[in-house]
């Protein structure tokens, strides 16, 4: 399966944020939208990404005072990226190699969609749940 088969099923919708939003403007974005990670827009493209738990960790280390500082200050400024003609194997190597939950979908410098974790157990479970039928269905023509 590529990631565009995988974006056809689930959209390919991206919540974003720029870059001098502050971080409670991205906790708003976060809760309003019901995501884990947002993508950082700049005026070139992808600035960066910025999670919850980017949030969380930095709130341990800095306190509330973080809250109303730039998202810049925060995200993560080498994105791992794919494209929707990649596979969704080869994605999960790269979020497991990476240690990311999130990766934006990239095509011809444009921001095109972005594929969760979530979103690559969910494929993997759809593909075992059809094999199983599939077995089934053969061992019941017997």
Request: net charge negative; with cysteine.
């Given at each position: 399966?590529?990631?565009?088969?995988?974006?056809?099923?689930?959209?390919?919708?991206?919540?974003?944020?720029?870059?001098?939003?502050?971080?409670?403007?991205?906790?708003a974005?976060?809760?309003?939208?019901?995501?884990?990670?947002?993508?950082?827009?700049?005026?070139?493209?992808?600035?960066?990404i910025?999670?919850?738990?980017?949030?969380?960790?930095?709130?341990?280390?800095?306190?509330?005072?973080?809250?109303?500082r730039?998202?810049?200050?925060?995200?993560?400024?080498?994105?791992?990226?794919?494209?929707?003609?990649?596979?969704?194997?080869?994605?999960?190597?790269?979020?497991?190699?990476?240690?990311?939950?999130?990766?934006?979908?990239?095509?011809?410098?444009?921001?095109?969609?972005?594929?969760?974790?979530?979103?690559?157990?969910?494929?993997?479970?759809?593909?075992?749940?059809?094999?199983?039928?599939?077995?089934?269905?053969?061992?019941?023509?017997?």
């Amino acid at each position: 399966m590529r990631i565009a088969d995988l974006l056809r099923s689930k959209g390919n919708w991206v919540a974003t944020v720029r870059p001098e939003s502050s971080i409670t403007d991205l906790l708003a974005g976060l809760a309003e939208h019901n995501v884990g990670a947002m993508v950082v827009a700049g005026e070139d493209g992808i600035a960066g990404i910025v999670s919850e738990r980017d949030v969380v960790r930095k709130l341990n280390d800095h306190g509330p005072a973080l809250l109303e500082r730039p998202v810049s200050e925060i995200m993560t400024t080498v994105v791992a990226t794919c494209t929707p003609r990649d596979s969704v194997d080869d994605l999960s190597v790269l979020m497991t190699q990476r240690r990311v939950r999130h990766v934006p979908v990239v095509e011809g410098g444009r921001l095109v969609g972005i594929v969760s974790i979530g979103d690559v157990v969910k494929s993997r479970m759809e593909e075992l749940e059809a094999t199983q039928q599939q077995l089934a269905a053969y061992i019941a023509q017997g």
